[in-house]
């Protein structure tokens, strides 16, 4: 209720609508009063009331001492004392206030004073103030504040006491609102005209219009308040209103309403508000306070929500699914604030899991297919957040998910969003704080329907924005980044290919960084230092290819988990590479190491050794070192012995698998046969399986192999290089099969050797030799006109020779001493039989042939021996890598043109005995290996 002093006159303060200060000394009138009576308990007599206007007029005598307040006033003179009232309206004690008031009148106090600029006899107060220029005077600073007026439980109307100086005349009026704090609002516009700014404190400008006056008149709507509204208003008057006390002034909003802290000495009356429910934390105006005092807001808001008290009745926590907290891999960063982490699914492996950081957004990379560019700073903000966690287990905080929906396809789907912490101890680091701190992303603000879906350290987010802000780091610099251009031409083969000549020149290679996956041994390369992006494969690695959707290509055998692999140890790693070759599409082939591995296992050797990929011993061979390929044969070795992923496949197919099916076997009725020739003919190598066992194409059967090779590729033409369906096939079928040998993927004639788990074959190549396990969606129907002429690759082994076979200790080096002696050579070739044995295979006698030098003439003193062609399986023997059977004497006697042949390997085979050649190295062979 109001309450007027009986029979007192006090000097009038102005109106908002008035102009000038009102009456002299009616501001230290009414600061005496307030001062006097605030706060304390009071007695109080209605002693008469005025209709006509509606007050009521009485007396109040202070509680605990008994004062009479009117005496007092009268006595120093602050008010005037009615002379002439009507009867019924006047204080009981009239009398004796007008002693006082005359007496004061005497000593010149109060009111009756000389009115000066000294004694501030007219203090005005600005109902609105320039609140910019006050800003900028009082920022940061603990100034005096007078709470004038309570609009609700967070926002005010103070008077600042101290702007403008000691002597000021006129003191500011200026709306304010608590920093960090939004409480329910009294005056509300209807929903359809409900403001999307916060609401003004009383008495600030905004376009001339005052806060009140905007809300009542937007719509013509009556303002309704918010649940709670009335009760935060009510909590902060009995504790504000009319105190003095010290603000400090943190923030502007652009409607020109202060933001600060009120600073009480019996506590926060923002954390206070938040504790008992009466608000929440308002992200728009936290960043202006410290660190601390956000936490401790924070900490008060989730205590009001755990007890669901008041506004937060009902509130539940944001539902989470899965673990919310864990360890993981980080194997990809998508985005300056996106990654993928790996993950147990469950079943005993692994998976990848995306996790978005909370409260953040980085600049977007554009998408090329659709022709957006790139945002300013996204290639930096990703770099650096790939630099700091990639290939690192971090430590992950789920805090909420959302439902994010497909512009494209319109499907919804479920994104985790949390927090990342990398490193360890001392040293750990919030990586959505350092990308915040360096400029490279913002901190997004969460709207009121979904205030929970925020970072865990959101402030300390706001406040390393702020840091960059003012530091104009990176997106808050106002220019762009000085990023040197890289040219990508994983798309544009030619200019590929006309880089190749300045790649190999550098033999120290390039440090460089995988940007791409495509299987375990294929990826797309970025060289910073050259500006460029390539197409890059493992020369030394044969790796099974994963599905392509653009041809319908089914993924071969392990192919998905090399990828996994190569994704989880190998992507977007820096990398040393050395380029060797460029093939005809552009594609580098080389070796790598990865940057910082040190003395660990290379990644080649770890998917050698899970049995993901095999040794292409030819390109090891010709383009490594003995001490680089060592370790890579010793993985594989080990991967055989254990039998591992391919490897494993290997061994069930061989079970399975019967003997080859003989040369007769492919010709067909009404066709001509395979002719075996006599005597000595010309011979090219077309396949090493091992030094046991290798393919032939006859020299003067070349007509054959183009014929078929133009058969073959006109059917391609009519069928498609790419996979079909899945073929149903048995084995020993006769059909089309598709390979890539390096040079493109191309039909050839096959016959199916075996059938593995119903979705895959191992298939004979028989026009080239070679055996390979591919998915049936890789085979097509072959009409048996196709096979009318015969096999064009003839099954060979040396005659009476015992080789090692891969699997033993000298296996590798018998192949790559046969390789060396036959590969790319016309040699001559004597067949010791005409028809295939058990193991699908004639026994031969190879010969490297002896060229003549141009001009030169042979002598008849020159050594026989010396014009003698070369027999491969001699100089095998003399080196130690083959041995006769233990029935090789007898054998002989069956063999046709082998006159002397047992008797030339003998001799071999002693020579090597004496000088403990290869695997002699020991002395005599153990009775098993003789």
């Not at 762009?480 to 040219?487: D, G, K, V, Y």
């Not at 492919?666 to 003919?681: F, K």
């Not at 096999?791 to 296996?811: I, Q, Y």
């Amino acid at each position: 209720m109001q309450l007027t002093f009986s029979s007192l006159i006090a000097p009038k303060l102005p109106r908002p609508s008035d102009e000038g200060a009102g009456d002299a000394f009616a501001w230290q009138s009414r600061e005496y009063l307030r001062k006097l009576l605030l706060g304390k308990a009071v007695n109080f007599t209605i002693e008469y009331t005025v209709e006509a206007i509606k007050r009521s007029f009485g007396s109040v005598v202070i509680s605990d001492t008994g004062d009479h307040v009117q005496k007092l006033v009268a006595a120093e003179g602050w008010c005037r004392v009615k002379e002439n009232s009507r009867e019924g309206e006047m204080s009981p004690v009239h009398e004796e206030l007008v002693m006082l008031s005359t007496a004061a009148q005497q000593d010149k106090r109060g009111v009756f004073q000389e009115p000066t600029p000294e004694n501030g006899a007219f203090v005005a107060v600005d109902r609105q103030p320039d609140t910019k220029t006050v800003f900028e005077e009082l920022k940061g600073k603990t100034t005096r504040a007078l709470v004038d007026y309570v609009s609700g439980g967070a926002s005010f109307r103070l008077i600042l006491l101290e702007a403008g100086g000691e002597n000021a005349t006129s003191l500011p009026a200026v709306g304010f609102f608590l920093t960090g704090v939004a409480c329910p609002r009294v005056n509300v516009r209807p929903a359809a005209a409900a403001p999307a700014a916060p609401a003004q404190a009383p008495g600030a400008k905004a376009n001339g219009t005052s806060a009140a006056a905007a809300v009542m008149s937007n719509g013509g709507g009556v303002a309704q308040p918010e649940p709670y509204s009335r009760e935060a208003k009510h909590f902060t008057e009995v504790r504000l209103l009319q105190r003095e006390l010290d603000v400090v002034l943190e923030g502007l909003d652009r409607y020109g309403n202060l933001v600060g802290t009120m600073l009480h000495p019996k506590g926060n009356i923002s954390v206070e508000l938040l504790k008992n429910g009466f608000g929440r934390v308002a992200d728009w105006s936290i960043g202006f306070t410290g660190t601390d005092a956000a936490t401790a807001m924070r900490q008060a808001e989730a205590t009001a929500k755990r007890q669901q008290l008041r506004i937060w009745r009902g509130w539940t926590p944001p539902t989470v699914t899965g673990k919310r907290r864990f360890d993981a891999l980080v194997v990809e960063v998508q985005s300056g604030d996106t990654i993928f982490v790996c993950v147990p699914d469950g079943k005993g492996g692994e998976k990848e899991e995306r996790v978005s950081l909370s409260s953040l957004r980085a600049p977007r990379l554009g998408n090329r297919r659709a022709g957006s560019p790139d945002e300013p700073w996204s290639v930096e903000a990703k770099e650096a957040l790939r630099s700091r966690v990639i290939g690192r287990t971090v430590s992950v905080s789920i805090e909420y998910e959302r439902e994010i929906k497909n512009a494209g396809t319109g499907d919804s789907q479920k994104r985790r969003f949390g927090t990342v912490l990398v490193g360890k101890g001392s040293r750990v680091k919030n990586v959505a704080a350092v990308l915040v701190s360096e400029g490279l992303a913002q901190v997004m603000r969460s709207g009121k329907e979904n205030a929970d879906e925020r970072s865990a350290h959101f402030d300390s987010l706001v406040a390393a924005e702020e840091s960059a802000r003012q530091a104009k780091k990176g997106i808050h610099s106002g220019g762009l980044p000085s990023t040197a251009p890289i040219q990508d031409l994983t798309t544009d083969s030619r200019r590929a290919k006309g880089m190749e000549a300045e790649l190999r020149r550098e033999t120290r290679g390039f440090r460089a960084r995988v940007e791409h996956v495509f299987n375990g041994g294929m990826f797309k390369i970025v060289i910073p230092r050259e500006g460029l992006a390539l197409m890059f494969r493992i020369g030394a690695l044969r790796v099974p290819k994963p599905a392509s959707a653009a041809s319908s290509r089914a993924p071969e055998p392990l192919a998905d988990e090399a990828k996994a692999y190569a994704r989880k140890h190998l992507n977007q790693r820096d990398i040393e590479v050395v380029i060797a070759e460029m093939d005809r599409n552009g594609i580098a082939i080389g070796s790598l190491t990865v940057v910082g591995q040190g003395n660990a296992k290379s990644y080649a050797e770890g998917l050698l050794e899970e049995g993901l990929a095999k040794l292409d011993e030819r390109y090891a061979e010709y383009n490594l070192t003995q001490a680089a390929v060592i370790p890579l044969r010793r993985a594989m070795e080990s991967a055989t012995e254990q039998k591992k992923g391919l490897h494993l496949l290997d061994a069930k197919a061989a079970e399975e698998e019967e003997k080859p099916p003989e040369a007769e076997e492919v010709t067909v009725g009404g066709t001509r046969a395979l002719e075996i020739p006599s005597g000595t003919c010309l011979v090219r190598v077309a396949d090493i399986a091992d030094a046991s066992k290798f393919s032939l194409h006859l020299d003067d059967r070349r007509g054959d192999l183009q014929e078929v090779n133009e058969m073959m590729e006109e059917f391609g033409t009519q069928q498609g290089l790419n996979p079909g369906p899945p073929m149903q096939v048995r084995r020993g079928q006769k059909c089309a099969a598709l390979f890539d040998d390096g040079s493109g993927v191309q039909w050839y004639r096959a016959i199916v050797l075996a059938v593995i788990g119903g979705t895959d074959v191992r298939v004979h190549y028989v026009d080239y030799g070679n055996t390979d396990v591919i998915a049936t969606n890789r085979l097509a129907p072959l009409e048996l006109t196709y096979f009318a002429i015969p096999p064009c690759a003839v099954g060979a082994r040396l005659a009476l020779l015992r080789t090692p076979t891969l699997d033993n200790e000298f296996g590798s080096d018998a192949a790559y001493f046969l390789n060396e002696m036959v590969w790319n050579r016309v040699l001559e070739c004597v067949f010791h039989t005409r028809t295939m044995g058990s193991e699908g295979v004639l026994e031969v006698s190879l010969s490297q042939p002896q060229p003549q030098e141009a001009g030169e003439t042979k002598g008849k003193q020159e050594d026989e021996e010396d014009a003698a062609p070369k027999s491969v399986a001699e100089e095998m023997v003399k080196a130690g890598l083959a041995t006769l059977t233990k029935s090789a004497e007898s054998d002989s006697r069956n063999l046709l043109e082998a006159e002397g042949l047992y008797e030339k390997l003998r001799e071999a085979q002693e020579a090597a005995r004496r000088g403990r050649s290869g695997q002699w190295h020991l002395g005599d062979l153990p009775e098993d290996d003789d």
